[in-house]
Every structure is written in C-alpha cells, then in structure tokens.
C-alpha cells in the first residue's frame, strides 16, 4: 500500500494557514489526479486544490471549516487502492493529551494589544492551537471595560484608642506607607449606547459571509490604527482625453481595452517613485519606504470587494497597465484570482467606474499609508488660457481625494504627490 499524504498548500508568500471551506471528496472516492479534491480560503481568496496523485481516498483528516496551517495533511490518498475495495482508514490509538501549543502572535493581534494596554498572556485564544485572534483582543477588551469597579470600602466607625503611651513621629515615608492604596475608578464608557434590533416585517437580515467580515474587521481596524487625513484636487483630464482617442482603436484591434484609469495609474505609479513616503509602511517604531512599487486596484465582484495587485507598475507602459487591469479585473470577476495575485500591494487606487460620484474617501488599505480615490468623469466649464487671454471651455474633469496614515505622512508630503498627480494627468505626459 502506497500512502501519499495531501498537505495544506502554501497559497501565498504570506499565507501561513488555511480554512477548509468545502471538501468535494469523500472517504472511499476513486479520484484522479488533479481532479479539485478540497476548496482551500484564505483571507485573500478562495482556491480550488487539484489532487498530486490517482487513488483511492484513505482519509479526511480535517473537517470543513477547520484552520489548518501550511503543510499539515488534510488528506490520505492509497494509489494502489481501487474503488471496490477501498482501503479503511486506521484507528488511530489513543494519544496522551498535548500540552498546548502558544501559536505566534500575528503583528496584527499584537499591535491592537499594545494600542489597548492589554496582556496577551492573559487573553484565551479561539483560533488554530490556541492563537489569540484580532476577534479574541476585542473580546477582552469590551469585557475589562464592562468589568464593573471594586467598591470603595466602607470604613468602620473610629473606636477610640486604648491610651497608650506616645510614640515618635513617623517619618514623611513610614507615613505614606501607611496610607491603603485605592485602586483608580474605571473609566465611564458613556451614555450612548446602541439599542437591541428589533424585527420587522419586511425586514431582510444578511448574515456575514467570509469575506464580508474579512472586509469589515479590515476596515474597523484601520480607522483604529491609521490617523486618517484627507486632501483632494481637481483634475482636468482634457489632454489625456485626446491621447486616449488617439490610441484606443489601435489598442483595441490589439485586445487591449485602453481606459482612463490606465493613465491614472501610471500617473499614480510616477508619482510615488518621486515621493516614496507614500509608498511605505509602519512598523513599531520605525517605517519602511518600500523599493518596489505594486499598486492594488478594488474591484467589486459578486462576493465582495477585492484588491489584485498589478507588481512593479512603475516600470510599466500605459499598454502594460491596460493589459494588466483587464487581465486582474476579469479574474477577480470569474473567480480565479490567486491568493498571490491579491498580495503585497504597497499603495492602492479605488476607481468607481461609469457609475461614480463627485468625490469620495476611502479607509486605507493596511498595511499601506495612503489611498487614491476618483471620483466620476463628467464634463465641465473650465477656465483655459488662449492666446495669453482666459476663455471658459468645456473640458473632462475628475475630482480625486487621497487618505493618507498622518503617523508618517506629513501634509507637506501629500499634498506634493497629488499635485504631482494632478501635474502628470493634465499633461498628459506619459510613456504609451
């Protein structure tokens, strides 16, 4: 009998566990190889997980929904097994009971520790082998807070004192290690509070679903962690507009679909390369201008939004962006998207396409420190110079707002990058 072992993959440089979301085999099953065995989710995508081998299925050992780290196996396949007499799974013996393992701290946990005074040690952890999660941190936190404070004693009516004879003065310290120390008052939480939802007819409630919360606790904490500052420009897009009716035909017959978000992200990738404080994270007590430049582009798709994430974009044509975005875009639609492509942006844009609005601000994507978001592409009068004279014309105009994390990020700074933004677009000066 020959027992190959199927592990959990690595689906991701940064991926150091996986959720077993659905298994599509069974103990017993005849499989073939690459046949989909098991749908693996991270927090970056959902993956379908091919068979290595042909056999017979031996056994599941992990069940839906279970958090199993990288290369542990989830699964036993018998490739000299056949269907019709598949092979048992062994009883395992019976194991003495393991000391419980500490998983690590993911910086994530530890930063929202240090940000609320807490002591992880002290902290139960729900996750895979005990790790303490961000769920868990806000957890003790909200119960330290509801934790009622201790009464003050209550002192006892003053009996008086046999007379005893006098005694010499206390020293100022023997008088101050005297005094009982009171333990500071809990600090009031407030008198707003959220009333209990109460249904009504019509009403429709939407459970959460994986990636809902995976979005939602994103968002809470980075408007914890990030002391978000806003700045916004107008952007006359006249000039850009022109080049792009120039050339989109040609691109076209090439498969390439050239939008004004292309050279918005070239603009975008320039920029950072002359103002690399935007292009950075924070650590503990220091940050990082990241060497590369990888911009991540939100899609919206049927389960959510998602950031794929175009690698090197400032080494990038205005055709390499294009064909980049389409690609990305169509994968993130379909499904395919891999946990890698959804990795290691260092700064991201948020465009909402035809159907936008006039302006709006987005929570930065951490680790990142900033984020641009435009805003709808509309046609407006405008005030140009003509032979040294102002005339009004009616040019394309978008407003776009950047968020940036105010720990690093000086208004200086961004403000700088958005007029460098705003410079590039309105010169249209870029490399097709």
């Not at 844009?349 to 601000?361: D, I, Q, T, Y």
Request: aromatic residues 4%; glycine residues 6%.
């Amino acid at each position: 009998m020959a027992v190959v072992p199927v592990p959990m993959p690595k689906l991701g440089e940064s991926i150091v566990e996986g959720t077993i979301s659905r298994w599509h085999v069974k103990q017993g099953d005849l499989i073939k190889k690459d046949q989909i065995i098991v749908t693996v989710s991270t927090d970056k995508a959902d993956t379908d997980v091919p068979s290595p081998v042909g056999g017979v299925v031996r056994a599941v050992l992990a069940n839906e929904q279970d958090v199993v780290p990288v290369d542990r196996a989830i699964l036993e396949i018998d490739t000299d097994a056949s269907a019709a007499a598949p092979a048992p799974a062994p009883v395992a013996a019976a194991a003495p009971a393991a000391a419980p393992v500490t998983a690590p701290i993911t910086p994530k946990v530890r930063s929202m520790a240090r940000e609320h005074d807490l002591d992880l040690a002290t902290v139960q952890g729900t996750g895979e082998r005990g790790r303490v999660t961000p769920r868990d941190v806000e957890a003790a936190v909200e119960a330290r807070a509801s934790k009622p404070a201790a009464p003050a004693p209550v002192a006892a009516a003053p009996v008086a004192p046999a007379p005893v004879a006098a005694a010499p003065a206390p020293s100022r310290v023997q008088a101050a290690a005297a005094v009982a120390p009171v333990a500071p008052a809990a600090a009031p939480r407030g008198a707003f509070t959220v009333k209990p939802y109460v249904p009504s007819p019509g009403d429709e409630v939407v459970p959460f679903n994986r990636r809902r919360r995976i979005i939602a606790d994103h968002m809470v904490y980075s408007k914890q962690v990030s002391p978000h500052v806003y700045t916004f420009a107008e952007i006359d897009l006249h000039k850009v507009s022109k080049l792009r009716e120039a050339r989109k035909d040609a691109y076209k017959a090439e498969g390439v679909s050239l939008t004004f978000l292309a050279f918005i992200m070239a603009a975008v990738a320039r920029a950072l390369r002359e103002n690399p404080v935007l292009n950075a994270r924070v650590l503990d007590d220091a940050y990082v201008k990241l060497r590369d430049i990888n911009l991540g582009l939100a899609v919206e798709t049927p389960g959510g939004l998602i950031v794929p994430v175009i690698r090197n974009a400032d080494e990038l044509t205005v055709k390499g962006l294009a064909k980049n975005i389409d690609a990305l875009a169509r994968k993130a639609r379909e499904g395919t998207i891999t946990a890698d492509e959804l990795a290691g942006a260092s700064f991201t844009v948020s465009n909402p396409g035809l159907k936008g609005n006039f302006v709006g601000a987005a929570v930065i994507s951490q680790p990142n420190v900033a984020i641009i978001r435009t805003g709808e592409i509309v046609k407006r009068p405008v005030v140009v110079e003509v032979d040294g004279a102002d005339t009004i014309a009616i040019h394309p105009v978008m407003f776009a707002a950047l968020s940036y994390d105010h720990r690093i990020v000086d208004g200086v700074a961004a403000n700088n990058f958005l007029h460098r933004v705003t410079e590039l677009l309105e010169g249209a000066q870029f490399d097709l």
